[in-house]
């Protein structure tokens, strides 16, 4: 009895160990998500974002903001300001959409297989708050071969240092 009772005591010694690894030296929680209801998403979205980022739309190819844009700095989630790609990662590609090589680092965004419309394509979302930012496809440029087709509604870009 004493035994299992050492062995649970180990255990969660080992559990508080990790958690307290995922804090960092501010306190704060370490990729933290953000969960949000769809009441309080509209609240802080626009109807277009919202229908972008939060009902998975696609915008018009080269009607956004930045499918022909190259100016040097950062794009931050629309939705919780998660920064997402930089500019130097950004190509110019036919397709009409902002596009990347690759995210930031691999935590800023996260993938998802996508079945809708007949296709077979994945869809990206924020590795912060899940909401959706367009999809990825293999016809990219070099290093990575990998294309993010973003919508620039779900993307907001800022030149680096700058305060949103
Ligand atoms: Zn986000």
Known sequence: MIRILILIFCFSLFF?????????KSGKMENQKINKSNEEWKKILSDTEYKILREKGTERAFSGKYWNFYDA???YCAACDNPLFKSDAKFKSSCGWPSYFEPINPKS????EDLSYGMHRVEVTCGKCGSHLGHIFDDGPKPTGKRY????IAIKFRINGEKN
């Open 109 to 112: 965004v996260e993938y998802h």
């Open 16 to 24: 508080a160990n990790i958690f307290s690894q995922t804090k960092t």
């Open 149 to 152: 087709c973003i919508n620039s």
């Open 73 to 75: 700095g950062t794009y």
